[in-house]
């Protein structure tokens, strides 16, 4: 029931995981006339990513409490 509630966050992360590891993969190349290639707008989308996937897991928990519900990790 918890992944159910919580699983917009968790894409979050996921996304930003994945758009680091493309950054990386993509990696950084200067060219003949010294132009520095890269994939530089992955990097703030990945950080985007995880501040909103914090943000989203902050005000679940804030819900979670103000309901009165307690936390239940396991079956």
Do not use: H, Q
Request: aromatic share 18%.
């Amino acid at each position: 029931m918890l992944f159910r509630s919580i699983w917009p966050s968790i894409a979050c992360f996921s996304s930003a995981l994945i758009a680091y590891l493309t950054y990386l993969f993509i990696g950084i190349k200067v060219d003949e006339n010294g132009f520095l290639k890269e994939a530089f707008f992955l990097l703030p989308l990945s950080l985007s990513f995880i501040m909103l996937g914090s943000v989203l897991l902050v005000v679940f928990f804030i819900l979670k409490l103000k309901a009165g519900e307690k936390f239940r990790f396991s079956r």
